[in-house]
């Protein structure tokens, strides 16, 4: 399994066991279909069953329980479909990004830290990443491997980084950009490429998500991460949820920044 996820390959794996009477033969794990064909399996019985039903896995991409009831048998098995973990690309080293990295981690995800500044994009300031690149927007995507389950943060706080970057990822079939700031960074990024001759359509510009992540009122550096993470398995989950980029109101509204003004009346 770890060279599968490696080579960031599907594959579906069959577990056989009998619910029915627990002393009955528990044959396991038996079944391994990779989709580039590759079979492992020693299955004592169901052979062709069981290969036929992985090959449906894979062409559906659903994991699913099977009964399997004749004269002979009354076995059940779970068709798990095995998928890449999600692939993290965050642009931007700032400490922000740090918990972003460690929770990522948590959930089995992989994580690649980009930045242009030297001092920021260092290994030993994200431990738990896969890879940290110092790199100019230009040479990012040469070195990055990117599939459906690649997924691109911006995250630098530099205005024209992350422009540059945006640039270019719309122009690619990735499955979610999402990216830090108010609405307004992003009308004014998508308008300056539009005086640049790049009309994208509503099927490019549905991948960008900003502002990113849910509508949970985050504030700190590990909320905000929580709610980004939250969104991109939304995304993969199929789940319709609130993110902040539907939501008509601004991220903090002035009235939970204003500061009440008191007056003091001194005794004299």
């Excluded at 499955?175 to 009308?187: A, H």
Aim: aromatic share 6%; glycine share 4%; charged share 25%.
């Amino acid at each position: 399994m770890k060279d599968i996820n490696e080579k960031r390959q599907k594959a579906v794996l069959i577990t056989l066991f009998s619910l029915q009477d627990k002393k009955d033969i528990q044959y396991g794990t038996c079944l391994l279909l990779t989709e580039n064909g590759n079979l492992i399996e020693h299955t004592p019985v169901l052979k062709d069953v069981l290969i036929a039903d992985a090959q449906e896995a894979l062409s559906n991409q659903t994991s699913s329980f099977k009964n399997y009831i004749s004269n002979d048998h009354n076995l059940t098995a779970f068709v798990e479909m095995i998928k890449p973990p999600v692939s993290v690309i965050i642009i931007g080293a700032g400490n922000d990004v740090m918990p972003l990295v460690d929770m990522a981690d948590i959930l089995g995800w992989e994580t690649t830290v980009v930045d242009g500044r030297a001092n920021y994009a260092k290994k030993e300031r994200f431990v738990s990443a896969c890879q940290v690149l110092v790199s100019k927007p230009e040479q990012v995507l040469e070195q990055i491997e990117i599939d459906e389950h690649t997924v691109f943060l911006l995250m630098t706080h530099n205005y024209n980084y992350d422009m540059a970057m945006l640039k270019q990822l719309l122009q690619k079939n990735v499955s979610y950009i999402g990216m830090l700031g108010p609405k307004n960074k992003r009308e004014r990024m998508l308008n300056e490429l539009q005086d640049e001759g790049l009309i994208f359509t509503p099927q490019q510009l549905s991948v960008l998500h900003s502002p990113v992540g849910l509508d949970i009122g985050a504030e700190t550096s590990e909320e905000i991460a929580l709610s980004i993470l939250a969104e991109i398995k939304a995304l993969f989950a199929g789940r319709d949820v609130q993110s902040l980029r539907t939501i008509k109101e601004v991220i903090h509204p002035r009235s939970a920044t204003m500061i009440e003004e008191v007056k003091i009346i001194s005794k004299s």
